[in-house]
């Protein structure tokens, strides 16, 4: 369980924040009306007299465009005296680049807004980031439309300090300020008009604002380049609790390592870090040199060079080796299980051999999956004929038969109350993933039953090793039949939760045909696109 929160402590730190909050800076209105807002800048024109006259929304004047009626002009004024409504052209005042409009015409949904998030410090040496939007309304009357700014997200930071008041309607009480538990990433907001949102900016996010707060070393703006702005309260809430550790990652180069920490998405080969410390030797478990080699790299060769100096590997190819084991396989544990047993070299010859053989398909993946089924098994790996047997594919399936009769001996009894309550969840994964060429259907596994006929059936490990992490949602495993025998196992195929494929395996452990892996690559195109009548309908899952 996490730790409790202190809400009396957070409304006691909002209403200090809230009572020492600065406006907003004097010069917002230019800022956001060139950057943001930029785009929204028009010239409404009519016509009094035969004379056509245009009203800049940016410098609020309004201009002759008729250049009958001016005494000097140019070939552009007389170019842009030319353009009609959503034109592109030029207010002849401030001459600024505008978008003409008929004021005659309706402009009831003329709405721009963007999303900005506005830095700066506070008295008491902390800093404060509000998110929020901003917008012109030209609905009503275009005369003198004000650009206004509709906050979302405070986020105060300090030494120590970080945490996140949220507006949000209260029933009765209207709109409030409340602490969240988290800082959270204030981006993809809806805009007024619909769901599609733009580019997020940022104010004043300068050394030049920090300079008299805790954050005067923050190297955010010279060193540090983040790729979201959204990023930049969480980065800041980093800061705040390792400013030590953070700041020295950035200035030696590993800015990634940072960026990682502070956004959602992980890398699966991503160097461990221990954020208590505040060397970056120390925090990467790194030596000087690793440290001087790896800065500005890759998050997976600085993963890949942690995981052979914690083994004591020091050759390039063997480390080599390793990153590109991670390029391709999901996990550095894989490589650490099979580096207790095994050294590099030895690692390399035998998948090498086992990956080339002509008695069935094998990979380094199966290797993995087989040193842990012998684990499972208790097998004595120190035994070269169990870590290194003649005949790989006839060992795996071996164990895999074992562990099949043992895990079905125990769970058979329980998997019926498990397929019951994940039948709700499998016709989810039906509505997203069936589909059939006519020749081919794929769909996803009923439970934990089919999925032992499955691996008895085709003689693999789909039930031995997945059928858990598949019931949990840690992955989706699919079947691939033929229509004309749509209960007989034919095909097995993992899929990983982003959607990409990471095994499809038949008979005996066998890789796809060039039919199969067609029909893979056709429904993999087919997930991106909406699904059609045809293509809806497929055979069921049976009852086991």
């Given at each position: 369980?996490?730790?409790?929160?202190d809400t009396?402590?957070?409304?006691?730190?909002?209403?200090?924040?809230?009572?020492?909050?600065?406006?907003?800076?004097?010069?917002?209105?230019?800022?956001?009306?060139?950057n943001?807002?930029?785009?929204?800048k028009?010239?409404?024109?009519?016509?009094?007299?035969?004379?056509?006259?245009?009203?800049?929304?940016?410098?609020n004047?309004?201009?002759?465009?008729s250049?009958?009626?001016?005494?000097?002009?140019?070939w552009?004024?007389?170019?842009?005296?030319?353009h009609?409504?959503?034109d592109?052209?030029?207010c002849?005042n401030?001459r600024?680049?505008?978008?003409?409009?008929d004021?005659?015409r309706?402009?009831?949904?003329?709405?721009?807004?963007?999303?900005?998030?506005v830095?700066?410090?506070?008295?008491?040496g902390?800093?404060?980031?509000?998110?929020?939007?901003?917008?012109?309304d030209?609905?009503?009357?275009?005369?003198?439309?004000?650009?206004?700014?509709d906050?979302q997200?405070?986020?105060?930071?300090?030494?120590?300090?970080?945490?996140?008041?949220?507006?949000s309607?209260?029933?009765?009480?209207?709109?409030?300020?409340?602490?969240?538990?988290?800082?959270?990433?204030?981006?993809?907001?809806?805009?007024?008009?619909?769901?599609?949102t733009?580019?997020?900016?940022?104010m004043?996010?300068?050394p030049?604002?920090l300079?008299n707060?805790?954050?005067?070393y923050?190297?955010i703006?010279?060193s540090?380049k983040?790729?979201?702005?959204?990023?930049?309260g969480?980065?800041?809430?980093?800061?705040?609790?390792h400013?030590?550790?953070?700041?020295r990652?950035i200035?030696?180069?590993f800015?990634k390592?940072?960026?990682e920490k502070?956004?959602?998405?992980?890398?699966g080969?991503s160097?461990v870090?221990?954020?208590k410390?505040?060397?970056?030797a120390?925090?990467?478990?790194?030596?000087?040199?690793?440290?001087?080699a790896?800065?500005?790299?890759?998050?997976?060769?600085?993963a890949a060079?942690?995981?052979a100096?914690?083994f004591?590997?020091?050759?390039?190819?063997?480390i080599?080796w390793?990153?590109e084991k991670?390029?391709?396989?999901?996990?550095?544990?894989?490589?650490?299980?099979?580096?207790?047993?095994?050294s590099v070299?030895?690692?390399?010859?035998?998948?090498?051999?086992?990956t080339k053989?002509?008695?069935?398909?094998?990979?380094f993946?199966?290797y993995?999956?087989?040193?842990?089924?012998c684990q499972?098994l208790k097998?004595d790996?120190?035994?070269?004929?169990?870590?290194?047997?003649?005949?790989?594919?006839?060992a795996?399936?071996?164990?895999?038969?074992?562990?099949?009769?043992?895990?079905?001996?125990?769970?058979?009894?329980?998997?019926a109350?498990?397929?019951?309550?994940?039948?709700v969840?499998?016709?989810?994964?039906?509505?997203?993933?069936?589909?059939?060429?006519?020749?081919?259907?794929?769909?996803?596994?009923?439970?934990?039953r089919?999925l032992?006929?499955?691996?008895?059936?085709?003689?693999?490990?789909?039930?031995t090793?997945y059928?858990?992490?598949?019931?949990?949602?840690?992955?989706?495993?699919?079947?691939?039949?033929?229509?004309?025998?749509?209960?007989?196992?034919y095909?097995?195929?993992?899929?990983?939760k982003?959607?990409?494929?990471?095994?499809?395996?038949?008979?005996?452990?066998?890789?796809?045909t060039?039919?199969?892996?067609?029909?893979?690559?056709k429904w993999?195109?087919?997930?991106?696109?909406?699904?059609?009548?045809?293509?809806k309908?497929?055979?069921?899952?049976?009852?086991v």
């Open positions: 369980m996490g730790k409790k929160r009396k402590a957070e409304n006691a730190l909002m209403k200090k924040v809230f009572d020492m909050l600065p406006p907003l800076p004097a010069n917002i209105n230019e800022w956001a009306n060139e943001p807002l930029g785009y929204s028009y010239l409404f024109t009519r016509r009094v007299n035969g004379v056509r006259y245009g009203y800049c929304t940016h410098c004047t309004e201009s002759v465009l250049t009958s009626a001016m005494q000097t002009y140019t552009e004024d007389s170019e842009n005296e030319q009609r409504h959503n592109k052209g030029f002849p401030c600024s680049r505008v978008v003409f409009k004021a005659g309706g402009h009831k949904k003329l709405w721009d807004d963007a999303y900005i998030m830095l700066q410090p506070m008295p008491d902390g800093i404060v980031v509000s998110a929020a939007f901003c917008a012109r030209y609905t009503k009357d275009y005369h003198n439309v004000q650009t206004k700014y906050p997200y405070i986020m105060y930071f300090n030494e120590g300090q970080a945490i996140t008041f949220r507006k309607y209260v029933y009765n009480y209207g709109y409030q300020w409340i602490p969240m538990a988290s800082i959270p990433e204030p981006g993809n907001p809806q805009n007024f008009w619909g769901s599609v733009y580019k997020t900016y940022c004043d996010c300068t030049e604002t300079q707060t805790f954050f005067r923050c190297p703006s010279n540090m983040i790729k979201k702005p959204q990023l930049m969480k980065f800041f809430a980093l800061y705040a609790k400013p030590v550790l953070v700041e990652l200035k030696q180069g800015i390592v940072v960026e502070i956004s959602r998405y992980k890398n080969a160097p870090v221990d954020w410390k505040t060397t970056v120390e925090a990467l478990n790194l030596d000087k040199s690793g440290v001087r790896y800065a500005k790299k890759s998050l997976r060769e600085m060079y942690q995981l100096y914690k004591g590997i020091l050759n390039p190819a063997d080599e390793i990153n991670m390029t391709t396989h999901d996990s550095p544990k894989d490589l650490s299980l099979l580096l207790k047993y095994a070299t030895k690692l390399r010859q035998y998948t090498n051999k086992i053989t002509k008695k069935g398909y094998a990979s993946g199966d993995v999956d087989y040193i842990r089924q499972q097998l790996l120190k035994q070269k004929s169990i870590l290194y047997p003649q005949d790989f594919v006839q795996h399936a071996q164990n895999t038969a074992m562990l099949a009769e043992i895990k079905a001996e125990k769970e058979m009894k329980a998997a109350e498990i397929d019951a309550a994940f039948a969840k499998c016709k989810r994964l039906a509505k997203k993933y069936e589909y059939t060429d006519g020749t081919l259907l794929i769909r996803p596994a009923a439970g934990k089919e032992f006929v499955e691996g008895k059936t085709l003689g693999h490990c789909v039930y090793d059928a858990d992490s598949y019931i949990k949602g840690e992955l989706i495993i699919l079947f691939i039949r033929k229509v004309s025998n749509p209960n007989i196992p095909y097995t195929l993992e899929l990983s982003e959607g990409k494929i990471r095994q499809c395996r038949g008979k005996g452990n066998c890789a796809m060039a039919g199969v892996k067609a029909f893979a690559d993999q195109e087919e997930l991106e696109a909406p699904k059609t009548k045809q293509n309908k497929v055979a069921s899952a049976p009852a």
